[in-house]
């Protein structure tokens, strides 16, 4: 699944101008909004499941994503076009968009399951109701090219969403286990890697590291590195200042991650930040050779002069195994345990 191709959309909005706003709309440069807790979700309850990037080639995975939710107790609405087809989107922009507005919009839906990532998110961000989506918060679940939409609905209506699994992703015991007490528990939760060694002598899988020891608190931004990336220079990014940044990515050689990490740091956003957290980059080996630096070389070059905590390994990103995190959340991290926890509540109510 890669990202790569995902920063030529990124022209595309140049053009936005040429599309009017959703009416509602309310896109501007201005600081992130207050924040907006959305309710919480419980068995029984309604979700939507709906495609904003991609699209899905293989129907059986739309209906694996449906029994999922089920699974989990669930009912599911299906959005219109969850399973268009526009060149290798899910449907046209307006379709897309309008799905989003429409479960948004849905007193019946409780919680918004995207189905997918893939490309095509950042397009759909000028087509949004944001002073609709301020009037009927609601939990908004997905990763990857998702990042588009939690730093928007963050930057544009401060509303809290939730980076995780997607729909047609895989739902093991793990990633069940962290919905049910995210969203029916609604636990404060504390964010460990799994211990789980295996047959080796010691731990080798979900490590952590610490570039920078400490402890710090903020609210979570962030999302995979890719489409944060894109984002700079539009009125859809947060403001970083006092924040912990989280990052991801995937099939991205090193040359990229190095570009993209001077991106934020040549726009002041490193800066800004009160601590780093770098899930796992998968995929991202430099190729045979001594052609290239290193992925924790470029992590010391960029970080390590920030002098704020700082650790990499969480369990976020394209991996099996995910964390569910609020973006816009509260919490505290501490890079020397390789650790995070929530400090407020993430729901209203």
């Known amino acids: 699944m890669n990202r790569r191709h995902f920063l030529g959309s990124a022209a595309l909005m140049a053009a ?15 600081p992130s909004r207050a924040r907006l807790l959305p309710p919480a979700l419980k068995p029984g309850d309604t979700v939507a499941l709906v495609s904003p990037s991609a699209a899905t080639d293989e129907p059986l995975d739309l209906q694996l994503a449906r029994e999922a939710m089920e699974a989990l107790g669930l009912k599911v609405k299906v959005a219109p076009h969850l399973a268009a087809r526009r060149g290798h989107l899910a449907g046209t922009d307006a379709e897309r968009a309008g799905d989003l507005n429409a479960m948004f919009a849905d007193r019946e ?59 047609i992703g895989s739902w093991n015991s793990f990633n069940a286990d962290q919905f049910r007490r995210v969203f029916f528990q609604r636990e404060q939760m504390q964010y460990a890697n799994s211990a789980d060694k295996g047959d080796e002598l010691v731990q080798r899988k979900n490590r952590t590291v610490t570039i ?49 990490l001077s991106t934020l740091r040549l726009m002041g956003a490193l800066d800004k930040v009160k ?31 920030l002098k704020v905590p700082t650790y990499r390994g969480a369990m976020i990103g394209h991996i099996r195994q995910q964390f569910i995190v609020p973006v816009g959340g509260k919490v505290e991290m501490d890079a020397d345990a390789g650790t995070f926890r929530m400090l407020e509540p993430v729901f209203a109510g």
């Open 109 to 167: 839906v409780k919680a918004i399951i995207c189905a997918r990532g893939g490309s095509g998110a950042a397009r759909l961000l000028p087509l949004l109701d944001y002073g609709m989506i301020r009037r009927n918060p609601k939990i908004l679940l997905g990763y990857s090219d998702i990042t588009a939409l939690h730093n928007a609905l963050l930057s544009q209506a401060g509303l809290v969403s939730f980076h995780g699994p997607i729909g």
């Open 275 to 305: 601590g780093i957290i770098f899930g796992e980059c998968t995929e991202c080996d430099p190729g045979g050779g001594y052609g290239s630096l290193t992925l924790p070389q470029i992590f010391d070059d960029y970080f390590l002069p």
């Open 212 to 260: 920078t020891g400490g402890k710090a608190q903020g609210e979570l931004v962030g999302g995979n590195l890719s489409v944060l990336v894109a984002l700079a220079g539009s009125p859809y990014l947060p403001d970083f200042s006092g924040k912990i940044l989280f990052l991801e990515d995937v099939s991205e050689a090193p040359y990229r991650i190095d570009r993209m």
């Open 16 to 30: 936005a101008s040429t599309v009017p706003f959703a009416v509602g709309s309310t896109a501007s440069a201005a």
